[in-house]
């Protein structure tokens, strides 16, 4: 018989003991939308794949699963929400066993083939297969399972997410070559990287996903393949782990070329998994410095930072699937109650993180700095630290994005307001020089590039460069009298300016 790895980080292995768990009593607060999912394949031509169990040399273009979940305008009343059994279809397909009796799924896939677990396939979720999308824009979270884990593994969070107003699209975590992953898990965080940016760019096909509003989420494996994302993304604009392997193996992370601590400038929030218990260290030989240790968080110093950690949970129990078939390992889970309660804890703050940094809202934002006891929650439950991003150098590029969002008007008032947070600022001369050189010669803005250099000439008055750059400018546009002028100061303050002196020639033959 089969038996599948399981989708957490095989550091982190359980003994048997059966669970006593359901959606039910998990008792997620979904929000006012209905949830709709859908589940299709597509394909990414780039890059080529084999099914392993086909045996074949036959090559295929990367098959991408996609999962959705997403807000839904449609009366749901006359129809049947989706079962669990219909998720683990999801995996079957994915796993590449599609035709496997249904009756296997459990033992199949590393669960035990217990009633209870029976049971659980049989329950309803909150979710309806292929109902219509409502008719507005929502933020867009991009899922990434944890290793080698199918797309569904959190399917609760995700329905739950979604009835808040979020759009949330996953794929299978998959190698490089085939279903599995490789020697080189390296590689594999590249490619589950690059599984992100093909949904991110498979979602610009749907008009109801705001491209504004995009945050990463994932579980144990996925939280390293997330930062790359981000490192490399700018539309990325927060970070959800679940207790993400970036915590556990920083070395991993770093062997990345295109991984940088200081890019990480977006709100970043990390829940972890309760402190490994010495007994279990030492049976499974376990480093103990995974209790306390985590290098990048220490190292980010861009954004603002949140970490939890759960006392109550293991690190399966960050997805719903861990929730409810895992087994419980006696050493260290524990009761399914106190597992249930620090889930729906989980989800709680994944949501209000995602409220306040894509949605800026208030009380979200209010709720993540309160604290877990003023939240409600329990004291045994969780602890929290947030760390403040430190003032860092505010740069001509920054000064530049600033400026082109506002098209170049009111610069001064800009450049005042800037100074009062960053007041070691300086704009080079150079620099605007050749931004306003730049602009100026673009037929379709010239007009900023001359609110350039009267920012330029205002900073450096007796700059001859700089007023001969402006006459310039109104040359290009064809004002020869304001040309003439600006190369007459430009010669005024360096009679050796030999531009200025061939131009007035020119213009006064």
Not at 234 to 256: H, M, P, W
């Amino acid at each position: 018989m089969r038996l599948t790895i399981l989708p957490i980080l095989m550091l982190f292995q359980a003994q048997l003991i059966i669970a006593q768990t359901s959606l039910k009593e998990i008792n997620l607060e979904n929000g006012h939308h209905n949830v709709g999912f859908r589940q299709y394949t597509i394909s990414d031509s780039t890059r080529t794949y084999s099914r392993i169990y086909d045996y074949t040399n036959a090559k295929v273009p990367r098959p991408i699963s996609v999962s959705m979940w997403y807000p839904s305008g449609q009366n749901v009343e006359v129809l049947e929400p989706l079962q669990i059994l219909d998720y683990f279809e999801i995996l079957k397909k994915e796993e590449e066993w599609e035709h496997l009796p249904n009756e296997q799924l459990l033992n199949w896939f590393y669960y035990s083939d217990t009633p209870e677990n029976q049971k659980h396939l049989e329950e309803k979720t909150t979710a309806y297969a292929d109902v219509e999308f409502e008719k507005r824009k929502f933020p867009l979270i991009l899922y990434t399972p944890s290793f080698q884990a199918s797309s569904i593994e959190n399917f609760a969070l995700c329905e739950y997410l979604a009835s808040h107003g979020f759009v949330v699209m996953s794929s299978p975590s998959r190698g490089a070559e085939t279903r599995w992953f490789g020697n080189n898990n390296a590689k594999e965080m590249e490619t589950q990287a690059r599984d992100v940016e093909f949904l991110m760019k498979e979602a610009g096909k749907f008009p109801m996903v705001d491209h504004d509003k995009i945050a990463v989420m994932g579980f144990s494996f996925g939280g390293l393949s997330n930062i790359i994302v981000q490192n490399r993304n700018d539309n990325v604009k927060a970070i959800v782990s679940l207790d993400g392997t970036e915590r556990y193996q920083y070395g991993l992370l770093n062997q990345s070329p295109f991984f940088d601590e200081g890019k990480i400038d977006v709100p970043y929030i990390h829940m972890a998994q309760k402190d490994i218990p010495e007994i279990v260290l030492k049976e499974d030989q376990i480093d103990a410095e995974l209790n306390s240790k985590f290098q990048l968080y220490d190292s980010i110093s861009n954004s603002k930072s949140y970490r939890l950690k759960f006392h109550n949970l293991t690190h399966s129990h960050f997805s719903t699937l861990g929730v409810l078939f895992a087994h419980r390992d006696p050493r260290q889970d524990k009761s399914d109650s106190e597992i249930m309660e620090s889930y729906k804890w989980v989800a709680a703050y994944t949501l209000n993180f995602l409220e306040a940094t894509l949605n800026q809202n208030k009380k979200a934002s209010d709720f993540m700095e309160n604290g877990p006891l003023a939240n409600g929650m329990a004291k045994s439950l969780a602890t929290q630290t947030i760390k403040q991003p430190k003032i860092g150098r505010f740069n001509f590029q920054d000064f530049n994005d600033l400026a082109m969002a506002q098209n170049y008007e009111n610069l001064s008032q800009l450049l005042d307001s800037i100074l009062k947070s960053h007041p070691t600022f300086k704009i080079p001369e150079a620099d605007l020089n050749t931004l306003g050189l730049q602009l100026v010669f673009n037929p379709k803005r010239s007009s900023q590039g001359i609110q350039v250099f009267k920012l330029a000439i205002a900073l450096f008055p007796n700059s001859s460069n700089l007023y001969d750059s402006l006459a310039e400018g109104y040359l290009f546009m064809g004002e020869k009298e304001k040309a003439i002028e600006s190369f007459e100061k430009a010669l005024e303050l360096n009679s050796q300016n030999q531009n200025a002196i061939t131009r007035l020639e020119q213009l006064k033959e």
